[in-house]
């Protein structure tokens, strides 16, 4: 590994080599190699990674040791690993109650060529990758989010926090039926009003995490109007690729502060993940208000021809019987994309517990 170097790429070239190298393994078979680098491109011009993304990549050493892409050529150097990083606000609570403000630092698109796998290259590459993400700007916690179980990662510091989803097929008859009960809801889109309405929300999250948990750390990540664009633009562009004559454009339904439901079309797996979501527990018309926004959840769904509507971490007002006993609503363990945590500052004299995750939800996935 003496021989190996992380360095920031800065290079557009450099980071086009890299969704050129990683096409054909999340990619192919759906978008061609150029569709691919568009749909990258896209969610490189986006607010939210202008505003805090950065790309790394495992290269060969150079004779300064620099840590910069200098010198490199697209195409003539080999990226052995490359992955990237966004920049989420997160809040920390600590056991004794104290609330740190900072960042949460997500790892996305973990990649190693083919011909260089199961030599440690990843592991190596990650390592380094924490310590120089340990360096930046408030650091709190890194996630990732694994596909290959939770033991290699943890290994490597990012603790698997398990977590549950729910899942409602929009074709399965119980979720066809129709309510007979009308709730007036309002469209949600990416402006400038949906950024209010999470700073508002978010506020709620962190007095939530500052009120609970007692004696226990526990964390939460924020979404914000740009972090939701980001997922977003995924769904508009396999639409485009796709041929639809209307793209995506709402981005969920909110009937009050208490209830509303955010989502983006994922035509990869057709899926319409749920990215943030409030249900009422009680109250008047909860019932009926919850399974009018999982109707608008179903009715989007297959508006874009997508089979099933996903919730990660459900909250206990999308699980009450009486919302249950309406429409079909099947709960399990997450095997894939298992939320990952690793916790910055932290002292090594003893093991520590493994904090709450609060508001394991979709919107803090990259």
Known sequence: MEKLRVVQLTQEALKTQCKTDDHEHWGAPLLTVEQWQRKDEAQRLSAFAQDGALYWALVDQAEDSSTTDEGLVAGRDLLYCHCKTMRFDCVYRRSNGAIERGYSYGISSVYTLPAF??????????????????????????VLYSDVGPSFYDKLGWKCHPSNMATLEVAHPRDIKASDTAIEMETLTLDEELAKFLESD????????????????????????????????????????AGFDELPSRCGVKVNDNAFVLWWHNLKESTLYVSHARFPDSGDNATAITRALLEAAMQEARKFKLTKVVLWDPPSGLLRDEVRSLVEIEVAKRQLSLSSAMVFGRGTNEKPSLPYWFSNEKYAWV
């Open 202 to 241: 978010n506020a709620r999250l962190v007095e939530e995490l500052s009120n609970n948990f007692q004696k226990r750390e526990a964390f939460v990540v924020l979404p914000t109007r740009d972090s939701l664009e980001w997922q977003f633009i995924n769904g508009t562009h396999y639409a485009r690729v």
């Open 117 to 142: 796998r199961k030599r440690g290259l990843a592991g190596f590459f990650l390592t380094e990758v924490a310590k120089q993400l340990e360096t930046l700007p408030k650091p709190l916690i890194s």
